[in-house]
């Protein structure tokens, strides 16, 4: 008789799993799918409100420097995007290019830092306030004046660039064309997109040209590779200028009303900090 109880209990606990179970793994799945899509929908809200910060900061740019040409924002555009990511493979590098003149050269280095300002603003690594963002630039020129060995002129670049970039989300380094050649090298690791160590950051390179200013990217890599051939090889300077030229932006000069208007209270603190940075 025990038998037939056994029997007719398990049949009965058979039956209720049959019955139970879909319904229970359909509320697994259920439950797995709108965890899945809650998440999806909270990272789709932050990029959106991450792509709202970037274009606000940008569209301040724009208004603040209006002779720089559509394809300039769309460079500094695809930039930013590309460091905002969780983890970027590599840090943006864009090559700056203008005239060696007076206006060319304090236009390129005032959008320089009101884009490495905007680049911490959106990263938050350091308090934009408090920031001494003059301490971004890494000015070859003095470097090259006071130190003439090659390999002395590295570690000097190294320590500077490792130093901002530690403490900031971008860095300008320029002009590239007093760089001496083994001193490029240097670049080859920040701009790589394997080995850099640096790789959620915007490097800002500058370089100036007098009468043969280049007017594309492809005769501005021409320029780097007559630089830097010589001493490198063909080799080893193609793979140092496919990093740093692969996003070039040629920076127009403004106006000298346009500058002088940078010492107005009505501007941002960010470009009248920068306006002060490069008359200080």
């Not at 370089?207 to 320029?223: R, W």
């Not at 830097?228 to 403004?254: H, K, M, Q, Y």
Request: aromatic share 8%; hydrophobic share 45%.
């Amino acid at each position: 008789m025990n038998y037939y109880v056994c029997d007719f209990l398990l049949a009965i606990n058979i039956l209720f799993i049959s019955v139970c179970l879909p319904f229970l793994l359909g509320g697994q799945i259920v439950g797995f799918w709108s965890v899945l899509f809650n998440a999806e929908e909270d990272r789709t809200s932050i990029q959106a409100d991450i792509s709202c910060q970037v274009n606000k900061l940008l569209d301040e740019m724009q208004s603040s420097f209006p002779l720089q040409k559509k394809e300039t924002w769309i460079s500094f555009l695809a930039a930013l995007n590309s460091v905002m990511e969780d983890e970027p493979s590599q840090p943006a590098v864009l090559l700056f290019a203008g005239r060696n003149t007076a206006a060319s050269k304090q236009s390129m280095q005032c959008v320089a830092l009101t884009l490495a300002i905007n680049v911490n603003k959106l990263l938050h690594k350091k308090s934009s306030t408090n920031a001494d963002f003059s301490r971004v630039t890494v000015n070859v020129d003095g470097i090259t004046d006071l130190l003439q060995q090659d390999d002395t002129i590295n570690q000097e670049l190294d320590k500077e660039i490792s130093s901002i970039l530690s403490d900031f989300s971008s860095v300008i380094l320029g002009p590239l064309e007093k760089l001496p050649p083994r001193a490029a090298l240097l670049l080859h690791g920040y701009c790589d997109n394997f080995i850099a160590p640096f790789k959620k950051s915007v490097i800002i390179l500058t370089a100036t040209f007098g009468f043969d200013i280049p007017h594309n990217s492809k005769q501005l890599e021409q320029k780097l590779h007559s630089l830097w051939d010589p001493t490198l090889g063909v080799d080893i300077s193609a793979s140092i200028v496919s990093r740093v030229a692969n996003n070039v932006v040629f920076i127009e000069p403004e106006t000298d009303h346009t500058l002088a208007r940078l010492d107005s209270s009505t501007l941002t603190s960010d470009v009248y900090h920068c306006h002060a940075v490069l008359n200080s």
